[in-house]
């Protein structure tokens, strides 16, 4: 167990609808990374939030936003789905502090299918 | 960060030490190698991390070469539950602040063997 929470493990939507996912990092940790792993692209790095903060994007669409909370817990917002959507969604969380290294760790996903 | 070369995939015979090779020649002087693994679609794990020198741990012993261009992940006694995709990545690890994501590439598919 990694410590890092991500909530629904499993979500079927239909095409043209929005979804949210939520992520709960490791206790302190303050940074928040997602990515996207569908079959033929392998992990994609989609954006980065430090305490609350944007602080590094990937190649995430236009039609998908995140935000990091107060409380450092984060959320995934995908919009006007498509098929193409359908995916592992992983979060994942760093302390962001010397002291305590910079190794990341992964949630266990979020698996989106659109249909 | 620096671009990682890994075979695509290896096979490993239970019992017997699986080594992951994974060539780096462009990394820099303040870039760590990470390696990582998937256990099919489950959240990437962390395995273990070095900058200049040999890293073990409970999992796994990272040797990193002199010259730094090259590693290898060494896993002592392979499982069946070792089948996973192995990732090697280099990376800044900047300190005080936010720290700079992983890339992945497409890793090595390691297949134990019973």
């Known amino acids: 167990d990694s410590g890092v929470t991500q909530t629904p493990k499993h979500l079927i939507t239909a095409t043209g609808q929005r979804v949210t996912l939520r992520c709960s990092p490791r206790?302190?940790?303050?940074?928040v990374y997602w990515y996207q792993q569908s079959l033929d692209q392998g992990l994609q790095f989609l954006i980065q939030?430090?305490?609350?903060?944007?602080?590094a994007k990937g190649n995430i669409l236009e039609r998908f936003s995140a935000q990091q909370f107060p409380d450092l817990h984060s959320e995934l917002n995908l919009s006007s789905l498509e098929l193409g959507d359908s995916a592992l969604y992983f979060c994942a969380s760093n302390p962001g502090e010397a002291v305590s290294g910079n190794t990341i760790y992964f949630g266990e996903g979020s698996w989106l299918t659109v249909v | 960060d620096a671009k990682t070369t890994q075979p695509p995939s290896m096979d490993c015979a239970e019992g017997r030490a699986a080594n992951l090779p994974c060539n780096h020649s462009t990394i820099s002087g303040n870039e760590y190698v990470y390696w990582y693994r998937q256990i099919h679609s489950q959240g990437p794990q962390y395995i273990i991390h070095?900058?200049?020198n040999n890293e073990t741990n409970e999992m796994a012993s990272l040797i990193i070469t002199e010259d730094r261009k090259s590693s290898t992940l060494i896993l002592p006694h392979a499982t069946l539950r070792d089948t996973a995709v192995y990732y090697c990545?280099?990376?800044?690890?900047?300190?005080?602040?936010?720290?700079?994501?992983?890339?992945f590439g497409t890793g090595t598919l390691l297949a134990v063997q019973p």
């Open positions: 070095g900058l200049k």
């Open positions: 939030y430090y305490n609350g903060e944007e602080r």
């Open positions: 206790s302190g940790d303050l940074s």
């Open positions: 990545i280099v990376r800044v690890a900047s300190y005080g602040g936010a720290t700079n994501k992983l890339i």
